[in-house]
């Protein structure tokens, strides 16, 4: 080497000791509001996008939906109620710890119980009976019934360690402490509220990450994420605003991208408790001695007097598509059969009159102001729908962290379901399910519907192999909800983002916004 080569070398080995490569960093405008990262506390889009990041799970979906490898390689029906789960080798946790088929076990046993959760995981789950693992690397689940559904039912199962996860709280997976997964990025910080940051496991056994580090910034206000994403705050931002859509496809810096999801926006009527007497009142404000919500005629009038078809032009301006179920067309289990209902004020307020309410009644329905786009908007305009039909509606809207602490005192709320089943079976077994832990049922289900006939509709559904005869079944049961209008659906939601110019990522129908996925 001559003296000038060799004082070139020193001198760019220097320049790389005092000014270190910066690692890329990846900054996410998040319109929800992620409230813990305990993967298993409560089955939310903004906890399961970020809970994907740091964890893995036996099986995932891919953009589209299609159920591919995880933490599985290989999964079969050995018998009509056995599955083996033959398991990745040479798995790490972040901490370096081996994973087993031990962690599956401890998952497994885990995710269905956690203490105060809002709406929890237990109705994926609800089919087995037992598991146990064949060495470390396979796992054995015996079922309750055949279960031809359970390979897609664990792509929504996080697994956890347990040797960071034993005894364990969700305040301990909060903190960091027990937040060690398998997943493509590693816990840095969580501000609740805030903001989550992520840094990359350069030791994940899927495909290679771009970034470095990943921050997840909470911007519940769609004009807010508007800014950051035209100042540059952000490099992305998901759910933008409809008024902003055309502005976002003009500006040269930016890209965006969308597709038809999964989630259905819907209201949910109180049937039973005592939850309503705060908000339901006589037409004259007097107390009622019985619930008007638990009458399925009530039901059907105020869905008959909801103009969907002008919501989702007027208000989400064709970022959604009126809908009369809860999946979207294509979907396993969509019936052509139900249609969004014509608003007829005229018959509603009949069925109104025939339940034994000529003179309507006074209600009060309750929003989340920073969850799903428009919300507030959509439940004041059906506010003044169902007020023409006599039922005087006052709309309360609050932030998403207390509403869904609080969901279960309310008479009627608006609320999403993202369908992570891909299937009709999300909403009727963990929403209309009749509240049973022991059963899997109800896990979310904070309204007191109870059909025991539709509960079993449902069970004997999901034990059918066959795939048309259990989509058949699971129609004839989507169909007895809905004339029994055991929610309310208004319309299913398109899920959207906007990048800075050269990011790529490919939208998801389940609309999870995934760090990992987004590639330069």
């Not at 080798?89 to 087993?100: C, L, N, S």
């Not at 060690?180 to 495909?207: C, H, M």
Request: no cysteine; glycine share 8%; net charge neutral.
């Amino acid at each position: 080497m001559t003296l000038k080569v060799y004082l070139f070398a020193l001198a760019s080995a220097a320049s790389l000791i005092s000014h270190p490569v910066v690692g890329k960093d990846l900054t996410i405008g998040l319109s929800g509001t992620v409230t813990s990262l305990d993967p298993h506390f409560y089955n939310a889009s903004p906890n399961n996008s970020i809970a994907m990041q740091v964890f893995d799970r036996l099986t995932e979906r891919t953009a589209e939906g299609q159920l591919v490898e995880g933490l599985a390689t290989k999964w079969e029906a050995v018998e009509e109620t056995t599955w083996r789960f033959t398991l990745r080798e040479g798995v790490k946790w972040h901490d370096g710890v081996p994973f087993t088929a031990d962690d599956v076990v401890f998952t497994l046993g885990r995710a269905g119980s956690v203490p105060n959760s809002p709406g929890g995981f237990g109705g994926f789950m609800r089919n087995i009976a037992a598991i146990k693992a064949d060495g470390d690397l396979a796992v054995v689940i015996t079922t309750k019934a055949p279960a031809p559904t359970l390979p897609g039912e664990l792509a929504n199962i996080a697994i956890v360690s347990r040797h960071a996860g034993e005894g364990a709280d969700t305040a301990d997976y909060n903190s960091g402490k027990a937040a060690i997964g398998t997943g493509a990025f590693r816990f840095s910080t969580f501000k609740q509220g805030i903001e989550v940051a992520l840094e990359r496991n350069p030791d994940w056994w899927g495909k290679k990450v771009v970034w470095d580090h990943a921050t997840y910034r909470m911007i519940s206000s769609a004009s807010a994420r508007t800014t950051a994403i035209l100042a540059g705050d952000v490099d992305i931002i998901d759910a933008p605003a409809a008024t902003d859509i055309a502005r976002f496809k003009s500006t040269e810096k930016l890209a965006f991208v969308s597709t038809p999801g999964l989630r259905v926006i819907y209201l949910a009527p109180t049937t039973s408790g005592d939850a309503w007497k705060g908000n339901v009142k006589g037409a004259n404000g007097e107390a009622l001695e019985v619930n008007p919500l638990a009458d399925p005629r009530v039901r059907n009038a105020l869905s008959v007097a909801i103009n969907r078809e002008g919501i989702v032009d007027k208000i989400m301006e064709g970022t959604a598509t009126a809908s009369g179920q809860w999946l979207p067309k294509g979907a396993f289990s969509y019936s052509a059969d139900i249609q969004p209902p014509k608003p007829d004020l005229a018959v509603a307020k009949k069925m109104l009159a025939e339940a034994g309410f000529p003179n309507g009644f006074q209600l009060t329905v309750h929003v989340p102001n920073d969850r799903y786009p428009n919300a507030p908007a959509v439940v004041q305009a059906v506010a003044q729908m169902w007020t023409r039909i006599g039922v005087k509606t006052n709309v309360e809207a609050l932030p998403w962290t207390t509403f869904s602490s609080r969901k279960s005192e309310f008479a009627m709320k608006l609320l999403g379901l993202g369908n992570a089943t891909y299937d009709a079976s999300s909403m009727l077994v963990n929403v209309l399910g009749t509240v049973d832990p022991k059963r899997g049922l109800g896990a979310s289900n904070d309204s007191g519907y109870s059909n025991p006939v539709l509960d079993e509709r449902v069970a004997k559904a999901m034990t059918i192999y066959d795939d048309k005869a259990r989509e058949a079944a699971l129609i004839e049961a989507v169909k007895v909800a809905v004339n029994d209008a055991a929610i309310i659906p208004l319309y299913q939601q398109s899920n959207a983002w906007v990048t800075r110019k050269g990011l790529s990522y490919a939208p998801r129908i389940d609309e999870r916004t995934l760090a990992k996925d987004i590639s330069e």
